[in-house]
């Protein structure tokens, strides 16, 4: 079975700073990771994701995160915050075996200061 | 536009009393997904289907219902057996296969009193 673990239900971030938000991830087969933002009270839009191939993968609104292998890891990063970057995101995979089930980690809410 | 719809936004019933949930897309997606969100949780998987006439208990199916009688149509019931159903309720859908995401509703909010 897979598993997420996002460290840090909260982060907080001054606008224009770095954004980090951690995944990592358990599968005993090669994982297809996901990235997913939800703003208060909508569902949940696609950020990016990783299937094959290059390891780093950009999706929209300026977020990148990098897939590593050896360290079972996929974090989110985005160079400078803005005040409408603050959401929830959540961290996801799934494996080839089971088909497009999804398993997320708790999420980590991302505030932006001014 | 294709997408997903879920109906009403927010939904208000009585303890005891059953209450549907509605989900329909034109994406033209073989599985869809019903999921429970609590504040401060991640999502939690309820049911599944990835075919009509079929679906599947997910993690904590416990005290809810669906069916699926049309590729567009997955409703979910909320029956009087479930102990807590206050919580956000959101849909998805997706092709069936590996490394496809899954494409979300927007929610309904249901408040049990």
């Known amino acids: 079975a897979q598993s997420v673990t996002q460290l840090g239900s909260h982060v907080s971030v001054s606008e224009g700073a770095l954004v980090l938000l951690r995944c990592n991830y358990s599968?005993?087969?090669?994982?297809?990771l996901f990235w997913y933002v939800q703003y208060p009270n909508q569902g949940l839009q696609l950020l990016l994701k990783?299937?094959?191939?290059?390891?780093l993968v950009k999706g929209i609104n300026g977020f990148e995160a990098e897939f590593k292998k050896s360290e079972t890891s996929f974090h989110l990063t985005k160079p400078s915050a803005h005040m409408s970057d603050a959401a929830e995101y959540f961290c996801?995979?799934?494996?080839?075996?089971?088909?497009?089930?999804?398993?997320f980690g708790g999420g980590t809410r991302l505030m932006v200061k001014p | 536009d294709g997408g997903i719809t879920q109906s009403p936004k927010y939904l208000f019933r009585k303890e005891g009393q059953n209450v549907t949930l509605s989900c329909e897309q034109n994406?033209?997606?073989?599985?869809m997904y019903w999921y429970r969100q609590d504040p401060g949780q991640g999502l939690r998987l309820i049911y599944y289907?990835?075919?009509?006439?079929?679906?599947q208990k997910g993690d904590i199916a416990e005290g809810y219902s669906v069916s699926r009688e049309k590729k567009e149509s997955f409703p979910l019931t909320v029956t009087s057996a479930q102990k807590n159903p206050t919580a956000f309720y959101l849909c998805?859908?997706?092709?069936?296969?590996?490394?496809?995401?899954?494409?979300f509703g927007p929610g309904t909010r249901l408040t049990v009193t």
């Open positions: 994406l033209n997606h073989d599985a």
């Open positions: 599968s005993s087969v090669p994982p297809y």
């Open positions: 996801a995979v799934s494996v080839m075996d089971a088909g497009n089930m999804l398993t």
């Open positions: 990783y299937t094959t191939g290059a390891t």
């Open positions: 289907s990835q075919i009509v006439n079929d679906f």
């Open positions: 998805a859908s997706s092709i069936v296969a590996g490394g496809k995401e899954q494409y």
